[in-house]
């Protein structure tokens, strides 16, 4: 297996995982009282968007040559680091 391959499988494996945890948000959010629905909704919309933002990248990536994908490989990284903070920027706000 090459590894672009390989940090497709990784990407795409996170992504189910960080999938979860959005969905786990949307469930809570159904459990918020009405006044604090609207922040949180578009708090996870913001995290539907970061998620998407690393699907394009990916499927750039998935596009690219085998000499190009390291290129777009940085991009797709620093997207995933994006959704990594907006799921625990969420996650610390249900907590408060």
């Known amino acids: ?19 979860s945890k959005i969905d786990e948000l949307k469930s809570r959010a159904a459990g918020v009282t009405d006044d604090a629905k609207g922040k ?11 998620k998407q933002k690393v699907i394009d990248k990916l499927q750039h990536l998935k596009k690219s040559s085998d000499e190009a994908w390291v290129d777009i ?10 959704l990594k903070d907006a799921v625990h920027k969420v996650r610390q706000d249900f907590k408060h």
Do not use: H, P, T
């Open 40 to 50: 949180y909704e578009e708090l996870i919309q913001g995290v539907g968007d970061s």
């Open 73 to 82: 490989k940085v991009g797709v990284e620093n997207a995933m680091d994006e």
């Open 1 to 19: 297996m090459s590894k672009k391959q390989e940090f497709q499988d990784r990407i795409e494996s996170q992504l189910k995982e960080w999938g």
